[in-house]
Protein backbone atom coordinates (compact mmCIF):
# COMPACT_ATOMS: atom_id res chain seq x y z
CA UNK A 1 0.00 0.00 0.00
CA UNK A 2 3.11 1.98 0.71
CA UNK A 3 4.23 2.00 -2.47
CA UNK A 4 0.62 2.82 -4.00
CA UNK A 5 0.85 5.99 -2.19
CA UNK A 6 4.35 6.80 -3.01
CA UNK A 7 3.51 6.36 -6.60
CA UNK A 8 0.92 8.53 -6.43
CA UNK A 9 2.39 10.93 -4.74
CA UNK A 10 4.91 10.91 -6.84
CA UNK A 11 2.36 11.25 -10.04
CA UNK A 12 0.49 14.17 -8.52
CA UNK A 13 4.45 16.16 -7.89
CA UNK A 14 5.25 15.40 -11.73
CA UNK A 15 1.39 16.66 -13.25
CA UNK A 16 1.34 19.88 -10.41
CA UNK A 17 5.12 20.78 -11.28
CA UNK A 18 4.05 20.27 -15.68
CA UNK A 19 1.19 22.29 -14.87
CA UNK A 20 3.15 25.27 -12.78
CA UNK A 21 5.95 25.25 -15.68
CA UNK A 22 2.82 25.59 -18.53
CA UNK A 23 0.98 28.67 -16.68
CA UNK A 24 1.38 31.71 -17.75
CA UNK A 25 -0.30 33.34 -15.25
CA UNK A 26 2.67 33.08 -12.43
CA UNK A 27 -0.11 33.31 -9.90
CA UNK A 28 -1.51 29.91 -11.32
CA UNK A 29 1.80 28.38 -11.49
CA UNK A 30 2.55 29.32 -7.65
CA UNK A 31 -0.63 27.37 -6.57
CA UNK A 32 0.68 24.20 -9.13
CA UNK A 33 4.32 24.95 -7.51
CA UNK A 34 2.72 24.88 -3.48
CA UNK A 35 0.58 21.49 -4.50
CA UNK A 36 4.01 19.82 -5.87
CA UNK A 37 5.73 20.65 -2.87
CA UNK A 38 3.11 19.64 -0.68
CA UNK A 39 3.47 16.11 -2.89
CA UNK A 40 6.89 16.06 -2.65
CA UNK A 41 6.77 16.67 1.41
CA UNK A 42 4.20 13.24 1.68
CA UNK A 43 7.17 11.22 0.03
CA UNK A 44 9.64 12.51 2.22
CA UNK A 45 7.31 11.35 5.29
CA UNK A 46 6.53 8.14 3.23
CA UNK A 47 9.91 7.33 3.08
CA UNK A 48 10.50 7.81 6.70
CA UNK A 49 11.28 11.36 7.27
CA UNK A 50 8.41 12.89 8.94
CA UNK A 51 10.72 16.29 9.87
CA UNK A 52 12.31 16.58 6.42
CA UNK A 53 8.18 16.80 5.45
CA UNK A 54 7.37 19.17 7.99
CA UNK A 55 10.35 21.52 6.90
CA UNK A 56 8.95 21.26 3.10
CA UNK A 57 5.80 22.42 4.12
CA UNK A 58 6.49 24.87 6.53
CA UNK A 59 10.08 26.38 4.41
CA UNK A 60 9.08 25.51 1.13
CA UNK A 61 5.41 25.56 0.81
CA UNK A 62 5.00 28.38 3.05
CA UNK A 63 7.60 31.13 3.48
CA UNK A 64 9.26 30.40 0.18
CA UNK A 65 5.93 30.79 -1.76
CA UNK A 66 5.02 33.86 0.46
CA UNK A 67 8.07 35.44 -0.97
CA UNK A 68 7.49 34.73 -4.00
CA UNK A 69 3.58 36.19 -4.05
CA UNK A 70 5.53 39.47 -2.46
CA UNK A 71 8.31 39.21 -5.61
CA UNK A 72 5.38 39.37 -7.64
CA UNK A 73 3.39 42.02 -6.22
CA UNK A 74 6.79 43.86 -6.39
CA UNK A 75 6.62 43.84 -10.17
CA UNK A 76 3.87 46.26 -10.11
CA UNK A 77 1.65 44.65 -13.21
CA UNK A 78 -0.88 48.44 -13.02
CA UNK A 79 -4.16 47.52 -14.47
CA UNK A 80 -2.84 44.14 -15.27
CA UNK A 81 -2.51 43.02 -12.21
CA UNK A 82 -6.29 43.86 -11.20
CA UNK A 83 -7.19 41.48 -14.55
CA UNK A 84 -5.42 38.78 -12.98
CA UNK A 85 -6.78 39.46 -9.55
CA UNK A 86 -10.07 39.00 -10.90
CA UNK A 87 -9.08 35.83 -12.67
CA UNK A 88 -7.95 34.50 -9.15
CA UNK A 89 -11.38 34.69 -7.95
CA UNK A 90 -13.11 33.03 -10.33
CA UNK A 91 -13.75 28.95 -8.98
CA UNK A 92 -12.37 27.10 -12.24
CA UNK A 93 -9.01 28.13 -11.55
CA UNK A 94 -9.34 26.17 -7.95
CA UNK A 95 -10.60 23.39 -9.13
CA UNK A 96 -7.74 20.81 -10.07
CA UNK A 97 -5.05 22.17 -7.32
CA UNK A 98 -8.14 22.06 -4.85
CA UNK A 99 -8.35 18.26 -6.23
CA UNK A 100 -4.88 17.73 -6.15
CA UNK A 101 -4.60 18.64 -2.47
CA UNK A 102 -7.59 16.22 -1.60
CA UNK A 103 -5.77 13.23 -3.18
CA UNK A 104 -2.77 13.99 -1.17
CA UNK A 105 -5.17 14.58 2.18
CA UNK A 106 -6.33 11.10 1.14
CA UNK A 107 -2.88 9.62 1.00
CA UNK A 108 -2.04 11.36 4.39
CA UNK A 109 -5.02 9.88 6.12
CA UNK A 110 -4.68 6.56 4.70
CA UNK A 111 -0.60 6.47 5.83
CA UNK A 112 -1.08 7.83 8.70
CA UNK A 113 -3.99 5.46 9.73
CA UNK A 114 -1.77 2.42 8.63
CA UNK A 115 1.30 3.92 10.77
CA UNK A 116 2.08 0.78 13.40
CA UNK A 117 2.24 2.27 17.24
CA UNK A 118 4.58 0.07 17.92
CA UNK A 119 7.34 1.86 16.30
CA UNK A 120 10.15 3.56 17.92
CA UNK A 121 11.19 6.61 16.25
CA UNK A 122 14.41 8.25 16.81
CA UNK A 123 14.46 11.84 18.66
CA UNK A 124 16.97 14.12 16.56
CA UNK A 125 17.92 17.17 18.06
CA UNK A 126 17.81 20.36 16.00
CA UNK A 127 21.52 20.98 17.30
CA UNK A 128 22.14 17.36 15.37
CA UNK A 129 20.05 18.99 11.90
CA UNK A 130 22.25 22.13 12.21
CA UNK A 131 25.65 20.16 12.20
CA UNK A 132 24.80 17.64 9.34
CA UNK A 133 23.35 21.08 7.13
CA UNK A 134 26.03 23.06 8.12
CA UNK A 135 29.02 20.30 8.60
CA UNK A 136 28.66 17.44 5.36
CA UNK A 137 25.90 19.62 3.19
CA UNK A 138 27.09 23.23 3.26
CA UNK A 139 28.14 23.39 0.32
CA UNK A 140 24.21 22.30 -0.99
CA UNK A 141 22.68 24.74 1.52
CA UNK A 142 24.85 27.52 0.05
CA UNK A 143 24.06 26.76 -3.92
CA UNK A 144 20.25 26.56 -2.56
CA UNK A 145 20.48 29.82 -1.40
CA UNK A 146 22.46 31.35 -3.87
CA UNK A 147 20.36 30.17 -6.36
CA UNK A 148 17.39 31.97 -4.73
CA UNK A 149 19.08 35.27 -4.05
CA UNK A 150 19.85 35.25 -7.98
CA UNK A 151 15.99 34.57 -8.56
CA UNK A 152 14.87 37.54 -6.36
CA UNK A 153 17.69 39.82 -8.09
CA UNK A 154 16.26 38.39 -11.73
CA UNK A 155 12.57 39.19 -10.41
CA UNK A 156 13.36 42.56 -9.51
CA UNK A 157 15.43 43.37 -12.68
CA UNK A 158 12.32 42.56 -14.20
CA UNK A 159 10.53 44.63 -12.29
CA UNK A 160 12.06 47.57 -12.85
CA UNK A 161 12.27 47.16 -16.68
CA UNK A 162 8.95 46.09 -16.91
CA UNK A 163 7.78 49.50 -14.94
CA UNK A 164 10.20 51.73 -16.90
CA UNK A 165 8.40 50.17 -20.11
CA UNK A 166 4.45 51.03 -18.65
CA UNK A 167 6.12 54.08 -17.69
CA UNK A 168 6.96 55.64 -21.34
CA UNK A 169 3.67 53.91 -22.31
CA UNK A 170 2.36 56.53 -19.83
CA UNK A 171 4.44 59.01 -21.38
CA UNK A 172 3.99 58.70 -25.23
Same mark, same amino acid.
Given at each position: ???????????????????????????????? &????????????????? +????? &???VIYAG???????????????????????????? +?????? +??????????????????? $??????????? $????????? +?????????????????????????? &?? $????? $????
Amino acid at each position: MTLALFYIAGAIALAATGIALTRVNAIHALIY &LVVSLLAVAFIFFLLGA +PFAAV &LEIVIYAGAIMVLFVFVIMMLNLGNRGTVVEQEMMN +PSVWII +PSLLCLILLIELSLSIASL $KSETNPIVVSA $KEIGISLFG +PYVLAVEIASMLLLAGLVAANHIGRR &LS $KMDQE $KDEG
